[in-house]
């Protein structure tokens, strides 16, 4: 029996395959820092931990409405439109287990075969994937470190086509942790109101961000929102990686369209889950303040250590928690490096090139880690560095 030929254009997420590497290397003995997965380091908050263990005495253990809670439907709607400056009710809301199914899902929705896809490049790895998977065309647009990993807009202005069906955004980005700037964003929408698109805004890192003003949002625009699929959730605002829990806002021609492929697949969310997903988004937001705060406090010393080690070029991010260091001045490849540093200094990261093409003389650094062990880091990458060059130099 062989698989289906669609098998063949799946892809994977490249920080799980080394996190398996780097746990074989620690269970034959040797110590890793971990800066590849990209999950938060804290506690989910107890206030949240509590609302399911109350949920859970309450009954809460059954099928609930495949669409989502209604309570939490409303409380998203409110947490929604209070933060982007629009207006969303709770029928424009799919709640799912995790981000991902607002990737997967909308793209089944709406993909044909031979349609085009524009997606950023370093990008999630996912995009990609889902796009190829359903017999789409790939179109990445490369993301420039000077423009702090935004887009090039002319690029994007010359790659959209009538075929485009979609566009993805990301802001606060992974791998780079780079924020689409407001003027950019108002030129993105001004290129494609008018165009028979929809925009997916993957907002995932929505906040986590280190600048006074939040991420802007291209559905707050004019004209945009009945455009705009916003993927948000509660993975990282509120540390709940585990809890496999999300959110897409959306109009609701495609809600309905999200809900069928719930219903075929997975039935609902987890009942108890949504009712602690209520109390993280009305209860106490000083866990998700003091989160942010202490990811400052590493990104700084983090990134300037990067930038002591020869070979190492980092810019600030401005959201999420990577540093995508450039290592062009070492002389090696991204992939080359990133197994160097893991096999040899026990730094286990991962290669730009596993997030496309234009992501080679990058590694993606998570600092979703203790202050001590990033500094530890630090010195360990130097002194795996300066050791190698060393060698290569004899």
Not at 306 to 324: E, S, V
Request: hydrophobic content about 40%; some cysteine; proline content about 7%.
């Amino acid at each position: 029996m062989k698989l289906a030929e669609r098998m063949n254009h799946i892809g994977v997420e490249s920080a799980f395959e080394v996190l398996v590497r780097a746990r074989e290397l620690e269970r034959r003995g040797k110590h890793v820092i971990h800066l590849e997965i990209g999950e938060p380091d804290f506690p989910t908050p107890a206030h949240i931990i509590e609302a399911a263990k109350r949920a859970l005495d309450e009954g809460y253990t059954h099928y609930g409405q495949t669409q989502g809670l209604p309570e939490l439907r409303e409380a998203v709607a409110r947490s929604i439109s209070n933060t982007r400056n629009i207006r969303v009710g709770p029928e424009h809301v799919s709640i799912v287990p995790g981000g991902k199914p607002i990737i997967f899902f909308p793209m089944l929705a709406l993909i044909e075969p031979g349609d085009e896809v524009i997606y950023p490049n370093p990008g999630f790895p996912i995009y990609e994937s889902m796009i190829r998977f359903l017999g789409g065309v790939p179109v990445p647009i490369p993301l420039i470190e000077e423009r702090g990993f935004s887009f090039d807009l002319d690029v994007l202005r010359k790659r959209l086509s009538p075929k485009t069906k979609l566009l993805v955004l990301n802001s606060p980005q992974n791998p780079t942790g780079g924020l689409i700037p407001p003027e950019d964003i108002r030129h993105i929408a001004d290129l494609v109101r008018d165009r028979d698109l929809m925009v997916l805004s993957d907002e995932i890192y929505s906040r986590i961000y280190y600048g006074d003003e939040p991420p802007a949002s291209i559905a707050s625009l004019p004209g945009m929102l009945e455009k705009t699929i916003i993927l948000d959730g509660f993975s990282k605002t509120y540390a709940m990686t585990g809890w496999r829990m999300g959110y897409g806002v959306m109009p609701e021609w495609l809600v309905e369209a999200v809900t069928k492929l719930m219903v075929n697949s997975n039935s609902c969310t987890a009942t108890f889950t949504q009712r602690a997903g209520i109390a993280a988004l009305e209860g106490p937001q000083e866990p998700t303040e003091k989160m942010v705060a202490e990811l400052r406090r590493r990104r700084d010393a983090f990134c300037a250590g990067l930038n002591q080690i020869p070979g190492f070029r980092c810019a600030l991010p401005g959201g999420a928690f990577y540093a995508f260091a450039n290592i062009t001045g070492t002389g090696m490849k991204s992939k080359e490096l990133a197994d160097y540093l893991l096999y040899e200094g026990g730094i286990s990261c991962l290669s730009g090139a596993a997030f496309g093409e234009f992501g080679e003389g990058y590694i993606r650094f998570s600092y979703a880690n203790s202050y001590e062990n990033l500094m530890q880091a630090v010195e360990r990458i130097k002194t795996t560095v300066v050791n190698h060059i060393a060698v290569g130099s004899r």
